[in-house]
């Protein structure tokens, strides 16, 4: 499995980007993609995640009404369309996939994960 995130950048306060990450190597369809991001010093922590095959998805409570996971599967690739960005929001970001029932919000529990974005807003 190879995940390619892509789409980050710096973008003042109010502001808004989209993340992709395109997933390559199986068929998805049991898979849940999970956007995780680390801010420096800090420990990564779970953004929003999706299932693959019937789209249900959740958010951190800090992105909740902000942020919007989706996915295109003729594409095979999860977006992350973030609004209203706030300074501590910044972080790089990652995308990351599991096979599972459910979307888990802990990094240990994805097994693929692919190279971060960086997402800079400033104040």
């Known amino acids: 499995v190879q995940l390619q995130a892509s789409g980050g950048g710096l973008v003042q306060a109010g502001g808004s980007l989209r993340l992709s990450c395109v997933a390559s190597g199986r068929t998805f369809s049991s898979y849940l993609m999970g956007w995780f991001r680390q801010a420096p010093g800090k420990e990564r922590d779970f953004v929003a995640g999706?299932?693959?095959?019937?789209?249900?998805?959740n958010y951190a409570d800090s992105v909740k009404g902000r942020f919007i996971i989706s996915r295109d599967s003729a594409k095979n690739t999860v977006y992350l369309q973030m609004n209203s960005l706030k300074p501590e929001d910044t972080g790089v970001y990652y995308c990351?996939?599991?096979?599972?029932?459910?979307?888990?919000?802990?990094?240990?529990?994805?097994?693929?994960w692919g190279q971060g974005t960086q997402v800079t807003v400033s104040s």
């Open positions: 990351a996939a599991r096979e599972g029932a459910y979307i888990a919000t802990t990094e240990a529990r994805y097994d693929y």
């Open positions: 999706i299932s693959w095959s019937i789209g249900r998805t």
